[in-house]
């Protein structure tokens, strides 16, 4: 955003009105966290907006990228109100970037009569008060989802309860379960359901509820805000009545099994509230209630959706290919991206439907003509349904939204002839069409002939070539009489022109127009300052104004008919709203049907994005075998990250993936750095989530078992605001995979454990692998720098290791070839990596001599330990350190921290003794002081 559109014409507060403001903003209850106050202020009829404080300072910081902006009101920058303004379309844009990407709430004050009053209040999961003011515009492509969590603890048992709503869909939701330490299950739900925000019960800052502290951390990795809320908000007490009155069904809310949840109940409770949802009679009746079953769909923990790269993030800029989302993504509507990123989410767990989604992609990727026709011709025409049925339910829309309605009504036939006229050879096939979409459609499009003859017959279709959105004449006769009124008094008014015209000898259009000013009323124009001075010492002519534009007069017979005008259209205009509310009022009667009709058309649209994805890939996608949850292996022939091998100047190096059950199960992933590791093991979980939303997969032949989730530990970050470290990031992200993780579950760890010392990292490394590989056997994909795990294939037989290739010339060249094969890799090849982002030689040389030396010494400990021990202790000290770390490593991480070191002191304690009697322990324990060299030395 440039400085210009920030600021154009921006006009000055003056001094009274400054100081008045600074007096009133500064007796304003501060605000919550997270929220920004604007201000509207009018100039020139159009508005613009000013920020205030800390506001201000942000505005400056992050719009214009400068402090030199701000301005300082009743005082200097000590003691003065910083200030800082936005133009309305630049403020508009700011907004909606603040409430979509950045996660903060709003406030907009705008001045009535002298009173500073609140007129939008708004946040990531509440867009109805802006939706029209922010969005009318422009897509909605993810749904504001808001949730409310109330848990109870019994026991060891904790009881999750939730509630959410999705007001562009008016769908409310339901979800009662047990959940673990880690909230595992809460995370997972927060993911399906892609939520914004979260309501939660206010603790008060004096108590420390653990439990909240614990969900507040997880709903920050989820990046979902966090609104507390009063102990009154979550009373059910009134909860049957208010979801009777907004669900509006015959059978009341008492007799559904959903009001038996009772945790869930008091969420629904607070969601309700919060959104006001029963101060607005337009919601009473148009709302469902649906049972949200975590069982239905894929467990996916936060880790993963970052390592997977589902979603965009502000990083990635204009290339939108690097998240799943922005490459899979080719929906030509609105509600298809927004259910777009709702499968994606939430991928499926039943094969039948799984099979539907492909059966019918299949369809459309074998059909290259129907899928371009219904991209090109049908689906780009289709507004976004749900937001109009939402306008026109709250009686906030116009003409122009009915006219988009009817448009896309009559293109209905069209794109049923297209569906009809290509049927598909399989019977089966064609009968799948026909029942998800051509039926539905008919059946819909039947309905609406009524709202497309009301069209026909009420509005003036031929005015909407001059963007006019009127209602005919003809549709009555009041209307009829002052349009033929007003009609003779444009002509009267013609006449005028043209005896003014000729009185003056001004050349009609080119000298002299006849305008409708909307300071003067129809009056006349004298184009250019030259002509003006015919006007002089002749009394007949009213002159106005003398501008850069000319000089605008009128007659007393032109100013008369232009009032007389003026007041016939008032007339005919309130004439006009009369009716509009009418046909706005029948037209909402179809948003039952509008709203069916959008979700059918959104499928067609997510399936044909899948399909035209597959085909357009740089090689083609191909339909994976399914087998049930519980079933099947995972192989896949020339697998490749979709977002990876798109990427220009990238030439993609395909691997074959094989993992058995009971034979291959859980692989160890070794090799070089910048050898294609991560990759590899990504790859598997994108291929495997992609197959499970009903997409097709980048590889030549593929077979997959239905995994019940995709759990990741993938990359190092910390949080140094939150206290938290890279490793402490590290170790809570794996505990959610030891306790959530089963049979069926995919679970994919990029070096583990190197966030600590090398010993106390491998020994975790080593007994979490071991852990997921016996206790757990999920399948696991395991890429780490401890070349000591792939010894694991020794104890446990369905371990398998496999390596990154890695080519050495005759001149110790090293080239990354990018091929994963079964074995071990020997080497890192750290320092090449260093080589490659142009280190200083010096440094190179450097460590390339000390890492020699290292290697030299660790040989030499370990000739000295075989010769002195005889009686195999290293065995012993490595089921000691197995022990010692497993304990440490399943010690519950969100303990405080005063019990946390009691817990590693106790387990300090237990294994000292036997540390201190193995000799290879102690040999290990002695090389950490530096004297202990001297021996090697005297040797």
Known sequence: MSLTETTEELPDVGKPEQQTFVNFFRSLDPTDEGTIRLFEREANESPYYTFHGDDAKYIAENVYKTTSVILYWSGDSSTGLPTTKLTNKAAKAFLRDALLNKQLKIEIWKQNRLEWRLIHKASPGNLQSVEDFLFSSAQLTSAPVVIAVKYSISGENKTVGVAYADTTTNQLGVSQFIDNDLY??????????????????????ETKDYEAIKIKSLLDRCNVVTTERKKSDFDPKNINQ?????????????????????????????????????????????????????????????????????????????????????????????????????????????????????????????????????????????????????????????????????????RLPALLQCLEARPCPDPKMATLIEETYTSKIKEYASHLQKLEELVVTSID???????????????????????????????????????????????????LRLEKHSLYGHCFRIIGRSESSRLRNKAEYIELATQKAGTFFTTAKLKGLSDRHKDLSFQYDDKQRQFVKEIIDIVA?????????????????????????????????????????????????????????????????????????????FQVVTGPNMGGKSTYIRQVGVIALMAQIGCFVPCTSASLCIFDSIMARVGAGDSQLKGVSTFMAEMLETSTILKAASRNSLVIIDELGRGTSTYDGLGLAWAISEYIATKIRAFCLFATHFHELTTLNETVPHVKNLHVTVHIGDDHEVTL??????????????????????????????????????????????????????????????????????????????????????????????YSDAIEQNLYLKQILETDNPSNCDDKMEE
């Not at 009667?589 to 399936?607: F, G, I, K, Q, R």
């Open 184 to 205: 595992s299950n809460l995370e997972s739900l927060i993911i399906q359901l892609g939520v914004k925000e979260c309501l939660l019960l206010s603790t008060g800052k």
């Open 461 to 511: 279709l031929e005015a909407l070539e001059n963007h006019e959105y009127i209602i005919k004449a003809e549709f009555n006769e009041d209307l009829l009489a002052l349009q033929a009124e007003m009609q003779s008094i444009s002509n009267q008014m013609n006449n005028e022109y043209v005896r003014v015209c000729d009185k003056l000898n001004l050349e009609m259009d080119k000298k």
């Open 242 to 410: 208010d979801l009777n009155r907004l669900l509006g069904d015959e059978v009341s809310v008492k007799a559904l099994p959903e009001f038996e949840l009772k945790d869930a109940m008091s969420s629904c409770a607070c969601v309700l509230k919060y959104l006001q949802l029963l101060e607005n009679e337009n919601n009473f009746g148009k709302y469902t209630l649906r049972h949200h079953d975590l069982s239905q769909y894929m467990r996916l923990d936060g880790p993963a959706l970052q390592a997977l790269n589902l979603l965009p993030t502000a990083q990635d800029g204009p290339n939108k290919s690097t998240s799943l989302y922005g490459l899979l993504n080719k929906c030509n509507t609105a509600q298809g991206s927004r259910l777009f990123a709702q499968w994606l989410k939430q991928p499926l767990l039943n094969i039948n439907e799984i099979t539907k989604r492909q059966d019918i992609v299949q369809v459309f990727f074998d059909d290259t003509e129907l899928r371009q026709s219904l991209q090109e011709d049908h689906l780009k025409h289709v507004p976004d349904l749900h937001r109009l049925s939402k306008r026109l339910q709250n009686r906030t829309s116009n003409l122009q939204d009915v006219i988009r309605i009817y448009q896309m009504v009559i």
């Open 589 to 665: 009667t179809y948003c039952p049907v509008l709203e069916s009709l959008s979700a059918v058309l959104a499928h067609m649209d997510v399936l044909i994005s899948f399909a035209h994805v597959s085909v357009m890939a740089p090689i083609p996608y191909i339909r994976p075998t399914m087998y049930p949850c519980g079933q099947g292996n995972v192989i896949l022939e020339e697998a490749r990250h979709p977002c990876l091998e798109v990427q220009d100047y990238v030439a993609f190096i395909p691997n074959n993936v094989e993992m058995l059950r009971n034979s291959s199960e």
């Open 817 to 910: 070839l990018y091929k994963v094969n079964e074995g071990v890799g020997d080497r890192s090849f750290g320092i090449h990596v260093a080589e490659l982002a142009n280190f200083p030689p010096s440094v190179i040389n450097l460590a390339k001599r000390k890492a020699n030396e290292l290697d030299e010494e660790a040989d030499f400990f370990n000739s000295r330990f075989n010769k002195q021990n005889k009686i195999e202790p290293q065995q012993d000290g490595n089921e000691l350190i197995k022990n010692m770390t497993k304990e440490l490593a399943i010690a519950n991480q969100n303990e405080d921290k005063d019990t946390l070191e009691e817990k590693i002191q106790s387990i300090k304690e237990k």
